[in-house]
């Protein structure tokens, strides 16, 4: 009787601990997606491993003082000085995995061999500080996905609060992204690349640099389609694929390090949305080109939401007529105040126009660039990094600075006035090499800074020869690709870090940093320059001397 008590106790025990097996398999593979019904066949690689951490909130934006170091009390000025102020989709997926589909087309492929474009890395939108590196394999909970096809644009949010901003390249105008909200099933790392029965070579394509897929596959329960990375940078921000969503290698491996299986992504095509600026506190209108054709009816409906937001009789019809027609073809922003871009971004839509002269937000841009601003009561006057500002004026409570002369105030800085004041577009970036300033050609484009190669070669001591037939760069095993412009190659995060070096860098300060990691001691060689006429020579050449795009 005893040994038949102990037999059940046994038995019971036994189950216990297979259930408890069970369970734990069936959570690894609702994290990993290993037998998703809907997992795509046109994309096979490894299986992405990863330990599960939660990730802390990024921290909130700063608050700008209100009133210059060294400034009496507002209620004590009576002149000029200086103060600045503070500075449709519907439906969700079930939970069945059911996917919504409208939108712009409904392509059979994953990926595509397109043409070249190019672009960037996404900066912390939440930090205006140096972007951190990423830490690997960090799971964050709460995390959504929203991808604006107009703007070429995908948002990740935790919660509520917005995480990071990447720019994406989405389907071409005859084979466009499906619209919906879908999920995450899959995730791949070095995925192969199977061609849709559009794509005239059936042959599967391994991982490597031919890969249109990049380095990473997220798959969405919509089959076929996916986030993935890509092999030709310069085509994110286009309209390219064959219906997935680009990103640039980089952005794709960390992103997959964030998000689990099951993540829920929206995809939508809005050319208009609307947005409150926490400087001014004014509403603004985005307009993004309607590349898609969908609608028709645009600008009569930014007539009605202008008119909802209070803005329709705040801006004349000769100013709206203008950008109404720039918004044909570029990205534009509608507000009763003048839009200010640092690097790209959009800063605040707080400028103002003063006898047909804009002026822009010297505090807002000053403390975003790191300039330090002050006030001197003997003067009376804004000093910028001891300077005086004698052109800046303030008006209701805010100092503003004529936009023309911000290169002289804020040194390093280049402006640029669009179309009769729509936009001021201010350009400033301050390198730093293992944290000494040094002079290096940059820019930035789609949200990424990008260097000559031949610079940054010079620096850490590699020699590199130009492939046209791979249509890259060649040192030993390393191939680098980039952007090819003014007949040289341009290179960003991806090929610095073939190069051993990483790139950190805040768009509304300007700061850029290299950091190297023992490759090179930062010095210039002149025995590694090319020859003139090279992708990779110091000095622009004549364009038919290029020998073809990137």
């Known amino acids: 009787m005893r040994d038949r008590l102990n037999s059940r106790r046994i038995a019971r025990l036994v189950a216990g601990i297979l259930m408890l097996m069970a369970a734990l398999v069936m959570a690894r593979v609702a ?28 921290q909130s934006p700063p608050v700008f003082p209100e009133r210059f170091e060294g400034e009496p ?14 500075g449709d989709q519907t439906g969700s997926e079930a ?14 492929g994953v990926g595509g061999l397109t043409n070249p474009g190019v672009q960037n890395s996404p900066a912390d939108q939440q930090d205006p500080g140096l972007k951190k590196p990423a830490e690997q394999r960090l799971i964050r909970r709460d995390v959504r996905l929203s991808l ?10 935790e919660g509520d609060e917005p995480v ?6 989405v389907g071409k105008l005859d084979a466009g992204t499906p619209t919906g909200n879908f999920r995450i099933i899959n995730k791949l790392i070095n995925p192969t690349w199977f061609p849709p029965e559009s794509v005239e070579n059936k042959e599967p394509v391994p991982p490597g640099p031919l890969n249109p897929l990049g380095t990473r596959w997220l798959g969405l329960s919509k089959s076929g389609y996916g986030l993935h990375g890509t092999n030709l940078p310069a085509s994110v921000g286009q309209y390219v694929s064959l219906g997935c969503v680009r990103l640039f290698n980089d952005d794709v491996e960390w992103l997959t390090d964030q998000v689990m299986v099951g993540t829920p992504v929206e995809i939508r095509y809005d050319t208009v949305e609307s947005a409150f600026d926490p400087f001014s506190g004014k509403p603004y209108l985005e307009v993004y080109p309607d590349a898609y054709r969908l609608d028709p009816g645009r600008d009569d409906r930014i007539r009605r939401m202008l008119g909802e937001l209070g803005l329709l009789d705040r801006i004349s019809a000769d100013r709206l007529g203008r950008l109404l027609k720039r918004a044909g073809v570029a990205h534009t922003v509608i507000s009763e105040g003048i839009p200010v871009f640092v690097n790209g971004e959009l800063l605040t839509v707080g400028g103002i126009e003063l006898q047909g002269v804009p002026y822009v937000p010297l505090r807002l841009l000053a403390d975003s660039l790191g300039f330090k601003i002050t006030w001197d009561a003997a003067l009376g006057m804004v000093m910028v990094e001891g300077q005086p500002v004698p052109t800046a004026v303030r008006v209701e409570g805010t100092m503003v600075v004529p936009a023309k002369d911000l290169p002289a105030y804020l040194p390093g800085s280049t402006t640029r006035i669009v179309e009769r004041n729509l936009a001021v577009e201010v350009s400033f970036l301050r390198v730093y090499w293992n944290d000494k300033p040094v002079f290096l050609p940059s ?20 020699r590199f020869v130009w492939s046209a037939e791979k249509q890259a760069a060649l040192s030993g095993g390393t191939e680098i690709r980039g952007w090819m412009r003014e007949d040289r190659l341009w290179i960003s995060n991806g090929g610095l870090a073939s190069l051993g070096l990483e790139l950190l860098w805040s768009p509304l300060s300007g700061r850029v940093e290299i950091r190297s990691q023992g490759r090179g001691e930062g010095r210039e060689d002149p025995a590694v320059r090319p020859s003139p006429g090279s992708p990779l020579s110091l000095m622009p050449v004549p364009w038919s001397s290029s020998p073809g795009p990137a």
């Open 31 to 58: 994290e990993y997606g290993l037998f998703e019904e809907d997992t795509p066949v046109q994309a096979t690689g490894t299986l992405l491993e990863g330990a599960l951490r939660l990730a802390p909130r990024d």
């Open 73 to 86: 009390d507002l209620g004590d000025q009576t002149g000029s000085g200086g103060q600045a102020g503070p």
């Open 95 to 108: 939970q069945t995995g059911t996917d919504a589909q409208t939108g712009p087309g409904s392509p059979t």
């Open 148 to 157: 604006n096809l107009a703007a070429h644009r995908l948002r990740m949010f």
């Open 164 to 169: 990071k901003v990447f720019s994406v390249g």
């Open 443 to 462: 820019l930035v484009r789609e949200r990424k800074v990008w260097f000559p190669l031949a610079e940054i070669s010079a620096r850490v001591n590699r």
